[in-house]
């Protein structure tokens, strides 16, 4: 999966597992830290034995919205993502709990930023937008799967992950990887081809690259209101395939163009 991602250009992996599997599993919290040191510093070994570039693993953790959280965050169990104060955090994909905002904003007043995962699966999310939001002009960052954007997980769910970027709510799409395959594999260019369809090469660097290492970085990404006339409205599912067949050398370049202009990006924010 590693090799997978670097190919693919991907440079850092945040290794976040879910903590009620973990806890299920009887792991101690304090070793996934350790553990991805040591999957970190196995990949640089393997780079370098094959003369080629390492991609960075860096802890993390991805906790439920539910009524536990506010004790591992109390009880100093909840893991950030790289020691950072940004904490990512999966709604549930029907109803959101009770008080889920209150909750949410709990958090906020501890200094602590939850990063909402996929809330474009989330039903309430879909049928009421505005609450996310309100959410978002609250301080919280929202990260878009990949796999919603490419259409696997349905297309009422790709619409909502479309119009959540297009509307610019949205900071972060990330893989939320599982497997070497779809629908949650490594690979990421299809949808960062589909957003940049959808608002431009520019916003889905941001969305790729420069955000999410303002968040490793532990700094708040600040959204960019999207112009009018750039929006795409799509009223069909676009095409959802990979095309695999692309030589890697393609790959590289694309790659390569994009963490160009990140560097560009991130001059230019200092």
Do not use: C, W
Request: no cysteine; hydrophobic share 40%; proline share 6%.
């Amino acid at each position: 999966m590693a090799r997978m991602a670097m190919l693919d250009g991907t440079e850092i992996i945040v290794a976040t597992p879910h903590y009620r599997d973990v806890e299920l599993a009887s792991i101690a919290y304090e070793t996934v830290p350790e553990l991805s040191n040591t999957l970190d510093a196995a990949l640089r070994n393997d780079g370098a034995s094959r003369n080629s570039r390492a991609i960075r693993v860096l802890s993390g953790m991805i906790h439920r919205l539910d009524t536990s959280l506010q004790y591992l965050v109390d009880s100093d169990k909840a893991v950030t993502l790289n020691r950072t104060r940004f904490l990512l955090v999966e709604p549930p994909f029907t109803r959101l709990p009770a008080h889920a905002d209150d909750m949410i904003r709990r958090l906020l007043t501890q200094r602590l930023v939850p990063v909402i995962a996929h809330p474009e699966r989330n039903r309430e999310f879909q049928r009421h937008p505005k609450r996310l939001r309100n959410l978002v002009d609250d301080g919280v960052i929202v990260q878009i799967a990949s796999g919603s954007i490419m259409g696997r997980n349905g297309t009422n769910v790709q619409r909502t992950a479309e119009q959540f970027i297009s509307d610019g709510i949205a900071h972060v799409v990330a893989s939320e990887m599982h497997s070497s395959y779809a629908p949650r594999s490594p690979l990421l260019t299809g949808a960062f081809n589909i957003v940049s369809n959808l608002v431009g090469e520019r916003e889905a660097i941001n969305l790729f690259e420069v955000n999410p290492a303002m968040i490793l970085e532990g700094r708040s990404p600040q959204l960019i209101e999207p112009d009018e006339g750039s929006k795409i409205l799509r009223k069909f599912p676009i095409s959802t395939g990979i095309r695999t067949n692309k030589p890697i050398r393609s790959q590289a370049r694309r790659a390569l163009k994009r963490r160009l202009h990140r560097v560009k990006q991130l001059i230019n924010r200092v």
